[in-house]
């Protein structure tokens, strides 16, 4: 336990040796002051649990001494007990109340009473000290939660990246595909507009591979998925990575002439990537398929109804001789 400060003031010495005798404990700090004017430079420096205040001083008296405490943001909140000279009935207690003291005694003074009224003002400042320590702590651990909270977030944010997109090409996966399918179709039955899917699949990537090396191949994935994303550029264009080279593009309130344009335009984007392709049989570089289909979802249709029209198409593009679409 800390020591707890008081203040005495008194202008009569003898006066506060009575005090420091009455008050002489080891876990108390006296403090003596003998004019007000010295006594309010103290309780600027120290922080004191409790000021004993005499009344009649020269110069500056206890009830001055009281209002300028008062009227401090620093000292205004340590309490004051007067200690006045025996008690005659022309002594203005309600004055010494009036400037803020707590408590107002007459002398001699009774060394029970004067104790335990000194006691229960250094109990309160031990606890307001101990809340005041907890408080700090608390701050500090506010500070570490804020900072945890932080580090929640981020991590929380590469989680959901690391779910919903494709390590290899940074596109949408196959599960958030889903996903954004799902709502997409959901959006079409509420606003009536036509959803657009193409289904995109490299030609001859087998062969890609058999000629270049698997590592080529990813190299290849990359920027194909790349040079879609690019070509689809409308934001609300969903472009997703659903199996090994191939890819889905969810067209929202597209119509069928808006989705062919798209993908004759990834078509070309992905051919004017220009990447050799020797053992293909489609052309010398690498192309792709693209199937393609457009539903208003609902009215009697399912989402599988637009995969699986998109996904014959797909095969009559390859049927075709590949680096085409089909709707
Ligand atoms: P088609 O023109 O009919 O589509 O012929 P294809 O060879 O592209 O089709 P197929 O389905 O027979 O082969 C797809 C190949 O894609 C098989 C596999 O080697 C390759 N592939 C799938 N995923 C990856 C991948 O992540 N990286 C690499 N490098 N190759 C992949
Ligand atoms: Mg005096
Ligand atoms: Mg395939
Ligand atoms: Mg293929």
Redesign the pocket.
Same mark, same amino acid.
């Given at each position: 336990m800390g020591i707890a400060k008081i203040l005495i003031v008194d202008d009569r010495v003898e006066n506060l040796l009575t005090l420091e005798s009455l008050l002489d404990e080891p876990d108390i700090e006296l403090v003596r002051a003998t004019s007000g004017i010295e006594a309010l430079g103290l309780t600027l420096d120290h922080d004191f649990a409790l000021v004993l205040l005499d009344v009649q001083m020269p110069g500056m008296d206890g009830y001055e001494v009281a209002e300028l405490m008062r009227g401090n943001k620093k000292t205004k909140h340590i309490p004051i007990i007067f200690i006045t000279a025996a008690f005659r009935a022309d002594v203005q207690v309600f004055k010494g109340y009036e400037c803020g003291a707590v408590d107002y005694l007459f002398k001699p003074l009774d060394e029970r009473v004067f104790k335990s009224k000194v006691g229960v003002f250094i109990e309160l400042f031990r606890h307001k000290d101990a809340l005041s320590k907890k408080t700090r702590e608390l701050d500090r651990k506010l500070v570490e939660l804020e900072e945890l909270q932080q580090q929640l977030e981020e991590t929380n944010e590469r989680l959901h990246l690391l779910s919903t997109t494709d390590g290899?090409t940074g596109l949408l996966n196959k599960r958030q595909f889903d996903t954004t399918f799902e709502e997409e179709w959901q959006r079409g039955i509420r606003t009536k507009s036509p959803l657009s899917l193409l289904l995109l699949?490299?030609?001859?990537?087998?062969?890609?591979?058999d000629t270049y090396g698997? !590592?080529?191949?990813?190299d290849?994935?990359k920027k194909v998925a790349m040079a879609i994303s690019d070509a689809a550029k409308r934001n609300a264009d969903k472009v997703a990575r659903i199996?090994?080279?191939e890819f889905a593009v969810l067209l929202p309130e597209t119509d069928p002439e808006g989705a062919q344009h798209v993908a004759e335009r990834l078509l070309k984007a992905v051919s004017s990537l220009d990447i050799s392709h020797r053992g293909s049989l !489609?052309a010398e570089h690498v192309t792709t398929?693209i199937g393609l289909s457009t539903i208003v979802p609902g009215q009697g249709y399912v989402q599988r109804d637009l995969l699986e029209t998109a996904d014959a198409g797909l095969y009559r593009a390859?049927e075709n001789g590949?680096n085409s679409t089909w709707y």
């Open positions: 290899l699949d490299i030609d001859h990537f087998k062969a890609y591979n698997h !590592a080529a191949g990813d290849c994935l199996g090994g080279e !489609a398929s390859k590949r």
